[in-house]
């Protein structure tokens, strides 16, 4: 497969040959790049952090699976953070609860303005990205988010759930991120399903929702 029907189909042994082409070190300062190995820095107390490998820990085998989303766990607010890099051109904002706070009577008392963090990728793959991710939505595994006459680009997943550090048999997370207009994002979202019940792939259940 090509890499856009990769993202597309969400092709399992396409990523995992992707992650080793990238190898461990380059993987690992994106997991960094994109705050996956950090907090966000949202104003809400006690943020929470995902669970990677250090990368001098980090096997072969261990890069393989964390290519297609296994053996590491991100936040939804990380998730949504890194996504949202993707649609506006490349570069991580620190997300905020509110964008300002006004009194009953309209006076503006504070407002929270953009702060980049760093750029993560260049405008450029970033539009690669976007129209790989359109692809999802158009004719890969996310068709059920779809809207007539509305650009979307987004992602599924489809994730085992681990309990007591072992697999958890029958038991999954499933998902939908995305964002649109895509050409123009003005909206993104993250639908997560907890250990759903028959149907149970993120292409088929959560990306309705969205």
Same mark, same amino acid.
Do not use: M
């Given at each position: 497969q090509s890499f856009l029907e990769i993202v597309q189909n969400s092709c399992n042994v396409g990523f995992v040959n992707l992650? !080793?082409?990238?190898?461990?070190?380059?993987?690992?300062?994106? !997991?960094?790049?994109?705050?996956?190995?950090?907090?966000?820095?949202?104003? !809400?107390?006690?943020?929470a952090t995902g669970i990677t490998i250090k990368p001098e820990d980090m096997k072969t085998v261990d890069l393989a699976c964390m290519a297609f989303g296994q053996t590491l766990t991100v936040t939804p607010i990380q998730l949504l953070t890194a996504m949202a890099a993707i649609a506006n051109g490349g570069v991580l904002v620190q997300p905020h609860l509110v964008r300002e706070i006004r009194t009953p009577s309209g006076e503006l008392v504070q407002s929270f303005g953009t702060?980049?963090?760093?750029?993560?990728m260049s405008t450029k793959t970033s539009q690669e990205m976007r129209t790989a991710l359109e692809g999802v939505v158009e004719k890969g595994t996310g068709r059920s988010a779809r809207i007539d006459g509305y650009k979307i680009a987004g992602k599924t997943g489809?994730?085992?759930?681990?309990?007591?550090?072992?697999?958890?048999?029958g038991k999954y997370i499933s998902s939908f991120i995305g964002f649109g207009p895509s050409d123009k994002p003005r909206i993104i979202a993250l639908i997560t399903i907890d250990e759903p019940a028959g149907q149970y792939y993120g292409g088929v259940i959560a990306a309705p929702v969205f």
């Open positions: 992650g !080793l082409r990238v190898g461990i070190p380059r993987f690992c300062s994106y !997991l960094d790049a994109f705050g996956f190995t950090g907090t966000t820095g949202i104003d !809400l107390p006690g943020e702060k980049v963090i760093r750029r993560v489809t994730a085992n759930k681990v309990i007591g550090g072992r697999i958890a048999e």
